[in-house]
């Protein structure tokens, strides 16, 4: 059934993907975004790729409960789905109480403005990297939480608020989902990954490396106990994470209170293994040297996917090769992303 749906952080790279997916089955978006990580123009190519424009968008901060109240008032908000949060690992140590504000106080001010607005249903963006040093993979939703850097312990400290809020207000219904490696753009071209500075994440440095703007990769570390030696991750297409999101929609109101569902692949790749795909597909060489192993880093993280396919019959179906396409189509049409 077509809802009206608030998409908090909806100008970024998985919001923006999210919302094409959103508008594609016939639901009404509003944005809610501060665009202190993303442009205002990815809102117009939204619309251009998904044939219509979102309902409305508001730039505001999430942790501005005056904005918020305005976005409830305004609009007969069905659901909320909340990205807006900060996500570099990195950043997050520098900087621990900037990402506790944004990411739990912007969490805590949302579900408070839905709770007095009367709204019930929210989807909530979590990692992977709550599991931190994983002991065994893949990794099911049962797998102990072990965050090992901040912005890891804002997503988890996220969860547990949203689960005890579920077990205080019946009516709540909230599912986290816990993305692994989002990677890729959507095939038209039009959307993609643009970080601003240097990439913290892989996908986005080989493209820039392909297109000339950087020059090789540094491969962090080639004595992890994986078989290459280098760190093996769950690349998920970032399109697969946008259907995650329908399919989550779909089931929101299956029952009440609070889960919580990997979205992955179970298949896992080494650096090594994506660089070769990589230059498999775009034809392009990638010089690499192998450096010191990056702080903070762990060896292995795969997710065992089945709860979700189980569910919701939603499973991955873009492999390695149709993010690594994607990502050099988006990066090749728009060499420096979507600045001007
Ligand atoms: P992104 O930075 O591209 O998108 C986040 C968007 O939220 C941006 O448009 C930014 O401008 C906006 N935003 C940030 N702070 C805000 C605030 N205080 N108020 C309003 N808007 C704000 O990130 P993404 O990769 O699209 O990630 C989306 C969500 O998914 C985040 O919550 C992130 O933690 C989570 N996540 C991402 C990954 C990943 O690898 N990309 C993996 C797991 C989880
Ligand atoms: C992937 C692999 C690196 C860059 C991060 C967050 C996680 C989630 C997803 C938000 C690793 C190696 C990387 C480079 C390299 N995001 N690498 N050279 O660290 O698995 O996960 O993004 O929730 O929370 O931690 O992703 O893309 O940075 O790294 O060798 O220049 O590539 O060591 O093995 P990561 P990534």
């Known amino acids: ?36 990580n993303s442009c205002p123009e990815v809102l117009e190519r939204v619309a251009k790729t998904a044939g219509r424009p979102v309902a409305a968008a508001h730039v505001a901060d999430v942790r501005d409960r005056r904005a918020l109240d305005e976005v409830f008032d305004r609009h007969p908000i069905d659901a909320v789905i909340h990205f807006a949060a900060k996500k570099a ?14 990411n739990v106080g912007g969490t805590t001010t949302l579900v408070s ?15 992977c990297s709550i599991y931190g040093n994983a002991t065994t993979v893949p990794l099911t939703e049962d797998s102990p939480a072990a965050p090992t850097n901040p912005y890891a312990t804002t997503k988890w400290t996220c969860e547990r608020i949203l689960a005890d809020l579920c077990r205080h207000v019946p009516e709540m219904r909230v599912l986290a989902l816990r993305y692994f490696n989002p990677a890729g753009a959507h095939p038209d071209g039009e959307l993609g990954e643009d970080p601003r500075g240097v990439p913290n994440n892989i996908m986005p440095f080989l493209t820039q490396i392909a297109v000339g703007r950087r020059d090789e990769l540094s491969v962090f570390g080639d004595d992890y106990p994986t078989p290459d030696g280098t760190g093996i991750r769950d690349y998920l297409h970032v399109m697969d994470v946008a259907d995650g999101h329908r399919a989550a929609l779909d089931h929101i109101d299956d029952e009440p209170g609070m889960r919580v569902l990997n979205l992955g692949t179970g298949r896992g790749a080494s650096v090594l293994d994506l660089v070769t795909v990589f230059e498999e597909v775009t034809g392009r060489p990638i010089p690499y040297r192998v450096t010191a192993r990056r702080p903070g880093d762990v060896a292995e993280l795969v997710a065992d996917p089945t709860k979700a396919m189980a569910h919701w019959g939603w499973t991955a179906r873009r492999d390695l090769a149709a993010m690594c396409r994607d990502a050099w189509n988006f990066q090749q049409r728009n060499p420096y992303g979507y600045a001007p």
Request: some cysteine; glycine content about 10%; hydrophobic content about 40%.
């Open 89 to 102: 690992v990195g950043e997050s140590v520098r900087i621990p109480v900037t990402y506790y504000d944004i």
């Open 113 to 127: 403005a839905m709770h007095d607005h009367g709204v019930h249903r929210l989807v909530f963006s979590s990692s």
């Open 1 to 36: 059934m077509p809802r009206t749906i608030l998409v908090t952080g909806g100008a970024g790279f998985i919001g923006s993907h999210t919302c094409v997916e959103l508008l594609r089955v016939g639901h009404e978006v509003v944005v809610l975004d501060d665009h202190s």
